[in-house]
């Protein structure tokens, strides 16, 4: 016997779907985007990175492609706090997909406006956390020129030539693993993250122990620190790569989202209420 | 004699690097320096001999029949539509075509098998609220309440449920995975003595 909402509950997921997309597509129109709520580590996060000033960075970039949509925002804001503040950005990745996001960055912030020179491309390198610990006396290439890969050079060439590292996680190589080899090696160099909600858990003791200095984390945080570099009433107008462009994810589909399942659920339960009661009829 | 050969080594490498770690020697860092880069060799030369493994049994199973012929073209493809840019391109990786496979076919299509799975996610919550109800429950409770915290609003419903978040964060959370992180690390320890002491089950 056919089950009578057998079609309906086929087109559910369909139906999910094009909820969210919409969802989405109507809060971008009505600008229902988040409201930054209170997030002293985004706070912290743009105080931070605001003290480096022209300092030397090295972004680790080992993003995990699916996850990387929820970061985004929150690792563009940054880059543009960087190039607002005057700072030299390094990039280099340990993940191949890590790598193809990086030359994305570079190539968006080089179009962006940054001066070449205030920019290195520092690749990709193999050995995952063994290619972290070479990177404590090893991280500049050899075919790398310019001022910045010579001032690198002068000041060592290691992880230990820069100020600060800021990591964007995602990967299986995200901050927890730079804390356990690099942090311990050089704990003279401020470590800063921000990676996906996935990797919240793993990531918030080291917050909370001081190993990492600072760490943006999950949907509250990004927004809220987006806001914080957005609305930065100490930067007069930005063009290019000093902008903040990116919205942060809109509510709204989560919402929509939890409804749905919420109401699904309902279904779910009723069903089962429902099947011991035909039983007993029987 | 076997296995007291790696056991051996591992004893070695592993005294060296930690000596590395405590003592400051220049001739003890370039010792290690060396061990690290032979390990990053091998992990590189891993990778190569996996995509080269990969392609050849999916080439193998192209030829066989009965075999999941569409699935192996599909790998092979994929891997050509990567590879082959980047390996014509004198800049490699970071080649106009390599950033356009990646920014207009991998992101999009990565993203797209993570956003699928809040779709599949439902099918199974509901199928799990029908075989195991009270687990099933409690984890979609607890799901549902982190998703709503983590929500970022504006107002006093954002203040307060970024109040929520920072206390669950802060504790509970904190508490589980600190002690988590600090049982595994405990465990990897001790697992690597025995494993020195040959302690470890002859299946280690």
Known sequence: ?282 | MRRSIPAALVVGVGLLLLLDFLVVNPTLGAISGAIVELVVILFAAAAVLGAILLAVRHAGALALPGGDRIGSALVLVGMAIVLVPGLMATDGAAAPSVRWVVGALVVPIGASLLALVAVFLIPAARRGMRLRPRDTAVILVAACVVVVLLLPLGGDVGAALGDGATWVLDVPLRAVFAGLLIGVSLAAAVAATRFLFGLAGTDD
């Not at chain 1, 190589?173 to 793993?202: H, K």
């Not at chain 1, 943006?216 to 009433?233: F, I, K, L, Q, S």
């Open chain 1, 1 to 282: 016997m056919t089950e009578p909402l057998g079609g309906l509950r086929r087109t559910l997921p369909l139906a999910f779907v094009a909820i969210v997309a919409v969802g989405t597509l109507v809060g971008i129109r009505l600008d229902l985007g988040p409201g930054a709520g209170p997030a002293p580590a985004a706070t912290s996060l743009h105080a931070d990175l605001a003290e480096l000033g022209r300092g030397r960075v090295l972004v680790g970039f080992d993003a995990d492609i699916g996850t990387y949509a929820e970061i985004r925002p929150a690792v563009r804001a940054a880059l543009a706090q960087l190039v607002r503040g005057g700072a030299t950005i390094s990039m280099v990745s340990y993940t191949p997909e890590g790598r193809a996001l990086a030359l994305a960055e570079l190539d968006r912030l080089r179009r962006g406006g940054v001066e070449p020179g205030r920019l290195l491309d520092l690749g990709f390198h193999a050995g995952a956390e063994a290619g972290l610990v070479a990177g404590v006396s090893s991280i500049v290439p050899r075919e790398a020129d310019g001022a910045l890969a010579a001032a690198l050079r002068d000041a060592g060439a290691g992880i230990g030539a820069f100020d600060a590292v800021l990591v964007v996680g995602g990967n299986d190589l995200g901050p927890r693993s730079w804390v356990e080899q690099v942090a311990t090696r050089l704990p003279e160099v401020a470590i800063f993250g921000i990676v996906p909600t996935s990797l919240l858990p793993q990531a918030v003791p080291y917050r909370a122990s001081g190993q990492l200095a600072g760490l943006v984390a999950g949907a509250r945080e990004v927004a809220a620190y987006v806001a914080a570099v957005r609305d930065d009433p100490t930067t007069g107008a930005v063009q290019g790569a000093a902008q903040v462009t990116d919205e942060p994810p809109s509510s709204l589909p989560v919402l929509v989202g939890l409804l749905l399942t919420l109401v699904l659920l309902a279904e779910a339960i009723a069903s089962r209420w429902r099947a011991p009661a035909r039983g007993g009829a029987a």
